[in-house]
């Protein structure tokens, strides 16, 4: 099947143009979960040394960054401890699926889409070759409309998740600590 014959079937360019919808406003949630990281950040660093924190998270990869959450709440410094039964442990499940989240990322940007076979009614195929250690992996999958909710329900559960332990970390900082 070539290019041409997909882009000449009305459905099949509404179902490509659904995709990169889907792809552009995947990017954007988790832009905004790297903002509500950094924000965490900035809040523990406190403001008036917001433009060394500023250039300390530009030297950071998301996932040191994600790393790092756990430790700066636990550090007893920053931020009072919290008294909820259950916190820490919601903290450390919303620090792994962060991580999910941001290999789910690199998946959707560094992929190779399929878009052959939407003229006969089959989804979009996402497909990345991965190698580590000398490992050849391939990681594939079908980008249906059900698929694509799924996953911004997902991101949106996260962000909801991450956007809570913010506020409680609002309510437990220690204004009193030094700098």
Request: net charge negative.
């Amino acid at each position: 099947m070539t290019r041409n014959r997909w882009m000449e079937d009305p459905e099949a360019v509404l179902e490509s143009e659904r995709l990169y919808n889907f792809i552009g406003k995947y990017v954007i949630s988790f832009q905004w979960l790297e903002g509500k990281i950094d924000e965490i950040y900035f809040l523990a660093k406190g403001a008036e040394n917001r433009m060394p924190t500023i250039e300390w998270l530009s030297k950071k990869t998301i996932a040191q960054k994600i790393d790092g959450i756990c430790s700066l709440i636990h550090d007893g410094e920053t931020f009072r401890p919290v008294k909820i039964d259950g916190w820490y442990d919601k903290v450390s499940s919303v620090v792994a699926r962060l991580h999910q989240e941001r290999d789910r990322r690199n998946s959707i940007l560094h992929s190779k889409y399929l878009f052959d076979f939407l003229a006969i009614g089959i989804p979009v195929l996402r497909t990345r070759a991965r190698r580590q250690n000398e490992v050849v992996s391939l990681d594939q999958e079908y980008l249906s409309p059900d698929r694509c909710r799924q996953i911004m329900d997902e991101i949106g559960f996260l962000s909801f998740d991450l956007n809570m332990i913010f506020v409680q970390l609002l309510h437990v900082y220690n204004y009193e600590k030094e700098n």
